[in-house]
């Protein structure tokens, strides 16, 4: 299996405008999740999904935040409008049961100028 | 909160040292789980060790658990220059993980 597959790897926008990170997890993971890493808050937990539902989406920041999971083989975090706060690491992970073993994708590099 | 919090922040040793790093967390777990990040890239599993285990090896890295004090270390013998990253403890709840703020290790030739 190619493991957890993120894009795009860098994203580079202006404050305001709309941004889509995809994620491919792997395949049989009933679980997903969205993180946010940076360095005064550490990596942060926005959304996971199970079987395509999301289940807890408390670490939304704010409504700006959305995602979805259309199926099981993809899914994606929007941003709108983006501002240069949310300027981070987003990471995509998923694992075949609750609780157990994460798999993270490479993360996309997201800078809002 | 059950968020595990690393110790030391940093650690800087020679390679054939070995490298330890500490993990306390909060509330009860169903596992602790150690990951390892390199520079500008997503985060690796090293190893799981489930709440009713107190020692587990893989490798060179040996992770003990103590349910008791609420803590875990991870151990890296024979440390080398490619064991330099970050290294993440999580605990498990019954869905998802939360991570500690990691310990950044540097191995020097």
């Known amino acids: 299996d190619a493991g957890v597959i993120q894009s795009p790897r860098h994203e580079v926008t202006e404050m305001g405008q709309e941004v889509t990170l995809r994620c491919k997890p792997i395949?049989?993971?009933?679980?997903l999740f969205w993180y946010r890493q940076t360095m005064m808050r550490g990596l942060e937990l926005l959304i996971y999904?199970?079987?395509?539902?999301?289940?807890?989406d408390s670490g939304m920041p704010e409504d700006r935040f959305s995602a979805k999971m259309p199926n099981a083989s993809f899914s994606t975090l929007k941003i709108q409008p983006s501002e240069p706060r949310d300027s981070a690491v987003y990471f995509c992970a998923s694992t075949i049961d609750r609780g157990e073993t994460q798999y993270f994708g490479p993360g996309t590099r997201l800078l809002v100028l | 909160s059950q968020q595990g919090e690393e110790d030391p922040q940093a650690l800087s040793i020679q390679e054939g040292e070995n490298a330890t790093m500490n993990c306390s967390y909060k509330?009860?777990?169903?596992?602790l789980q150690w990951y390892r990040q390199n520079s500008g890239r997503g985060l690796v599993h090293l190893i799981l060790i489930r709440s009713n285990e107190r020692e587990k090896h893989s490798g060179r890295l040996r992770v003990t658990l103590d349910t008791s004090k609420k803590s875990s270390s991870l151990l890296i013998t024979a440390s080398r220059a490619a064991d330099t990253a970050s290294y993440f403890c999580?605990?498990?709840?019954?869905?998802?993980?939360?991570f500690g703020k990691g310990t950044m290790l540097l191995v020097s030739p």
């Open positions: 999904f199970n079987n395509n539902v999301p289940i807890d």
């Open positions: 999580a605990t498990a709840g019954y869905s998802t993980l939360t």
């Open positions: 395949s049989g993971h009933d679980y």
């Open positions: 509330t009860s777990i169903n596992n």
